[in-house]
């Protein structure tokens, strides 16, 4: 069972940045890819990015690309979401998910393996 705890979310103005961390307790973490998903108010959770588990490769939803960057640190068990530009579409819930020996590509939400229980991004006009 890999337990993941993300963190860093907060009240941000737009076009500021926030840097989210997710920390896994999974000794094996780098055998895992990593997603990052999104969950508005009253919609349906969205991919956002992900890194393939040898970091090798990233993929983004063509909402984010080029102002959000996926990384992971395998030594510390954490991948991180760099969030820049910030809009207020994009206030969200923010949850990290590993799935087992994962690409980088797009992910499903139900396709992964673990999931986060989120941190809450809001971004102000």
């Known amino acids: 069972q890999v337990q993941l705890v993300e963190s860093g979310g907060g009240l941000v103005q737009a076009g500021g940045s926030l840097r989210l961390s997710c920390a896994a307790s999974?000794?094996?973490?780098?055998?895992?890819?990593m997603g990052w998903f999104r969950q508005a108010p009253g919609k349906e959770q969205e991919f956002v990015a992900s890194?393939?588990?040898?970091?090798?490769?990233?993929y983004y939803a063509d909402s984010v690309k080029g102002r959000f960057t996926i990384s992971r640190d395998n030594a510390k068990n954490t991948v991180y979401l760099q969030m820049n530009s910030l809009k207020p579409e994009d206030t969200a819930v923010y949850y990290c998910?590993?799935?087992?020996?994962?690409?980088?590509?797009?992910?499903?939400?139900?396709?992964?393996?673990?999931w986060g229980k989120g941190t809450l991004v809001t971004v102000s006009s």
């Open positions: 890194i393939s588990w040898s970091a090798g490769s990233t």
């Open positions: 999974e000794h094996a973490f780098s055998s895992y890819g």
């Open positions: 998910a590993a799935r087992r020996y994962g690409s980088s590509s797009y992910y499903r939400w139900d396709g992964m393996d673990y």
